[in-house]
């Protein structure tokens, strides 16, 4: 089996690749492993922010759905304006169209 190929390191800023190569240096290790650590604390930065927000957002959606229905039903009140609402919308309708 042929050995992996070590990944192209092409900097267009000079100073990024001399920066980044310092702190490789500093690190004690190579310069795609330093690269190669630091995408992946980022990634699972991401991954952790991600979770945490969806996780939330699950406890907010559980709050919802647990919550009484009269708090979330509107009132019958509300409920027949709705109503009147939507006929008066569609008589408007119908008599646009004819």
């Known amino acids: 089996m042929s050995e ?3 990944m192209s390191l092409r900097f267009p800023d000079p100073e ?4 980044i190569a310092a702190a490789a240096k500093e690190a004690g290790v190579s310069m795609q492993e330093y690269i190669l ?24 959606s559980h709050e919802a759905f647990a919550a009484e229905p009269s708090s979330i039903d509107p009132a019958p009140e ?4 709705e109503k009147q609402a939507r006929r008066d919308l569609e008589r408007h309708e119908q008599g646009g169209a004819a």
């Open 16 to 19: 990024q690749r001399s920066a």
């Open 4 to 6: 992996p190929k070590a």
């Open 37 to 60: 650590s630091a995408a992946y604390e980022r990634a699972t930065a991401v991954e952790a922010t991600f979770l945490a927000h969806f996780e939330a957002s699950v406890a907010r």
């Open 78 to 81: 509300q409920r027949a304006a």
